[in-house]
């Protein structure tokens, strides 16, 4: 699990001129709900979200704030981006109850696409999916899934049901059936190849 912080402070002026205001200022308005208790409105500093959110586990990971001395893990439930400028303009947090699983989209690291005996022979990978949603305590939340492709043969794929997830980690779509055992990557034959084959076979006999 990721260790990433942020200092927020507490807000009191709402409202879309207040929420413009603090942009000017360089601040993110932002909320906090959930956990059964009353949402909470805060800011952040600009610069802080942005250096933040540069890494991938701000969007997979607990993040804790801190709110008027008290420490608050939450997870990013939703973040609105300028139409246009490098800038975050609203974030939604979700407080983490850690006696509750949460469910979270988490993302997909492929390995081995290079080395791969599949790729070495001419396939090529596709990825299918590039996250996805498991179920688990907050302390239990993967930052990411690694999905291994060096054994995956020509022409073949893996599906959720193939990816080892770690420890109190389930699959949401799995727990639906198993019609929803998705598949997340594949190596297949670029097209044309196999009619390239064909024609340099038939030359190589008429000569």
Known sequence: MSNIKLDAELRTDLGKGAS???RHEEKVPAIVYGAGQQ???ITLEQRHVMK???AEAFYSSIITLSVAGEAVDVLVKDMQRHAYKPRVQHIDFQRVDNTKAIHKA???HFLNEDSAEAVKNGGKVHHLATEIEVSC???DLPEYIEVDVANLELGSSLHISDIALPEGVTSV???KGEDHDQAVVSITTPKGTSEEASDSEEEATEE
């Open 20 to 22: 413009r205001r603090l």
């Open 39 to 41: 949402p909470v409105s």
């Open 52 to 54: 933040a959110q540069e």
């Open 106 to 108: 988490v993302p997909l």
């Open 137 to 139: 305590l907050a302390k």
């Open 173 to 175: 779509e799995l727990a």
